[in-house]
């Protein structure tokens, strides 16, 4: 028996087993079970995600300990923020270290809870954008900002439970189906864009990009040598071997495995660009020889470590008016929080379920997206007594994915390898961003291809769906994106559908009849059900309107648990069953002799059908 039998057997093996049907595998036999899903494949998608989301150990880690942590520092005039306080600066790197424990425990637990529990091929961790607000903006450089560190916390531990209420109740699910279809294909690719953006700039990726004094951006790749104090490159752009590094055996080697289906491609190229990076000699080190490169590699020297948390762990405070900043500054930050998280999580988890082919387009939602949304919520929780920013699903998810990830088997795979990092963290801590900016441009163009399903047909469509892509990379935020493509789009619309209603259908904008229509119902009956409801102008008919007039508004506004439980009395809520795959609308037709014809029209994977009963004791 050669390799690839004896591979084939295995995931023969594990797909008949309890596992292969839970995670719902190929040959499983399980109710839609995932096409394409096999049990090695899994376990390498599972580490190319983990690959590509590694640097989130040590880069959440710098950015966060920037807040200063619980250090305490004393400024003077001449130092105000104790960047010359050696006691200070000392403080700020137990900081540091526990922030990478920190975060490893928490992208392990909640990862591993995402595959487990949702099924999902999603990996989590404290957000990047997301850390950076909560340090430079709410809590500031060294503890300079109007909210202190444990407040922010606090703030952030209060945000995940009202989160787990949002994600019980079916709020963040109806959200995420309420958002206009095109917006939707357009974070996709907004999310494409960012993603890129993240690959090419210097902090997180190849370092091509970086800012300018003149221009928003400007062209980088000078060696660090000729970088000036603000990291920014004022001669010898394109010159840095550790870019081209990036670029060809990150970058050109993956793409070229990738056209001739060598599997790993993505794990391949990050970890050969690790190893030639981690010889201290080579031009091309991650480790020079200055105070941040000995840092490093004392820390990498160590192979396996473990550092307990000593300054960060549970330092939440409740005496909210004791603190700087006071209740006011309180409540700013966590609404600041919720409402930037809310959309960021929602759009990106919505995306990536997308990206993976998990969408329903009957229902407008993805097969485990309340547990989904119920395990980020535990996780912010969770992470703010690790002392972590928000947790977020991670857009670098898409590596897995790209790999073939299907199944939670992917996740959980990634949480193992974070559990893992937490005793290898000097390993998995030191690998280059420049290892991992080209597989960020790789999946970021992979996720562009949503464009294509954009309605640029109508400008209404078209202005908001750009405006969403755009913005997303130029303001580095996945939240803001969407509030600008969301805003415009009601502005627009909102506009037309007066005008049109006002003037009688006199006064319509060019190519008003290939609008993409939206209507609350959105949340249950999408222009998917056109099959069985004919759309006249891109909207739904007068007569499908009554019929719908009496949907059961439970099953529009809340989670399938809550209707199993509220409306068909299981005693089993949590399981799915065949509702969860169907929307029922039951309209009432009175005939001339005054019985009632029950038409129950249902929307499911398989197709719409319709069925109709008669009922004689039903009279006017």
Not at 195 to 202: A, D, E, K, V
Not at 212 to 229: I, M, N, R, W
Not at 546 to 556: E, L, R
Request: glycine residues 10%; proline residues 4%; hydrophobic residues 45%.
């Amino acid at each position: 028996m050669g390799l690839s039998d004896a591979i084939h057997a295995i995931n023969l093996k594990v797909a008949r087993s309890p596992v292969g049907r839970w995670f719902k595998l190929e040959n499983s036999g399980a109710r839609r079970e995932r096409h394409g899903a096999f049990f090695f494949t899994e376990i390498r998608a599972g580490l190319a995600t983990f690959f590509a989301m590694a640097y989130i150990i040590s880069v959440n880690a710098s950015v966060t300990s920037e807040s200063g942590g619980t250090c305490v520092c004393n400024g003077t005039a001449d130092d105000p923020t104790c960047d010359a306080d050696t006691d200070y600066m000392n403080c700020i790197q137990v900081v540091r270290r526990d922030l990478v424990t920190g975060t490893a425990a928490i992208a392990c637990l909640t990862t591993f809870c995402m595959g487990l529990f949702a099924n999902l091929p999603i990996g989590l961790a404290p957000g990047m954008g997301l850390n950076a607000y909560f340090t430079y903006q709410v809590v500031g450089y060294h503890g300079s900002g109007s909210v202190s560190y444990r407040l922010a916390v606090t703030a952030v531990f209060v945000e995940g439970f009202i989160f787990i209420g949002l994600s019980l109740l079916g709020i963040r699910q109806w959200l995420a189906r309420s958002i206009p279809t095109t917006i939707k294909h357009a974070t996709g690719a907004g999310i494409g864009l960012y993603l890129t953006f993240i690959g090419l700039y210097g902090s997180a990726g190849l370092g091509v990009t970086t800012g300018s004094t003149s221009t928003p951006v400007d062209l980088a790749g000078c060696a660090q040598e000729y970088q000036s104090d603000a990291d920014l490159c004022a001669e010898h752009q394109m010159s840095d071997g550790r870019m081209w590094l990036g670029i060809f055996l990150g970058g050109f080697v993956t793409v070229l495995c990738m056209l001739y289906r060598v599997k790993g491609a993505i794990i391949i190229g990050i970890a050969c660009v690790s190893i030639v990076s981690w010889p201290r000699n080579s031009p091309t080190t991650y480790f020079p020889h200055n105070e941040e490169g000995n840092t490093r590699y004392e820390f990498f020297e160590k192979v396996v470590a473990f550092h307990k948390i000593e300054k960060v762990l549970n330092v939440q405070e409740w005496n909210i008016g004791s603190l700087p900043g006071g209740t006011g500054q309180f409540w700013l930050a966590l609404v600041t929080f919720l409402y930037v998280d809310i959309l960021d999580t929602t759009g990106t988890l919505y995306s990536m379920a997308k990206f993976a082919g998990f969408m329903n387009p009957k229902t407008g939602d993805f097969e485990g997206s309340a547990v989904a949304y119920l395990v980020d919520a535990s996780g912010i929780v969770i992470g703010s007594l690790f002392g972590t920013p928000p947790v977020t699903a991670f857009i670098e998810s898409g590596a897995g994915i790209s790999e073939g990830g299907k199944t939670g088997l992917t996740a959980m795979t990634t949480g193992i390898c974070f559990f893992i990092s937490i005793f290898f963290a000097p390993i998995f801590a030191s690998i280059p961003p420049w290892a991992t900016g080209s597989t960020l441009v790789i999946v970021g163009s992979m996720m562009m291809a949503a464009v294509a399903e954009i309605n640029w047909a109508y400008i209404g469509d078209a202005i908001p769906a750009f405006l969403t892509i755009a913005v997303m990379p130029f303001t580095y935020s996945i939240s803001y994106g969407l509030i600008a493509g969301i805003i415009s789009y009601m502005i627009l619309n909102i506009f037309t559908w007066a005008l049109d209603k006002l003037s009688g259908g006199r006064i319509t904008p060019e190519n008003y009849e290939k609008r993409e229509g939206w209507s609350w119902r959105s949340a249950v009956t999408t222009e998917s059900d056109a099959d069985s409801i004919e759309l006249v102008d891109g909207q739904l008919p007068e007569h499908s309107k009554q019929k719908m007039s009496v949907v059961d508004v439970a099953t529009v506004f809340f989670p399938p648990w809550l209707t199993r439980l509220a409306i068909h009395h299981k005693k089993r809520f949590w399981e799915t069953d065949e509702r969860d795959d169907a929307r029922v609308i039951n309209s009432k037709e009175v005939q001339d002799d005054g019985s009632v014809i029950v038409e129950t029209v249902t929307s499911s994977e398989d197709g719409p059908s319709s069925k109709k009963s008669a009922t004689d004791d039903e009279k006017m």
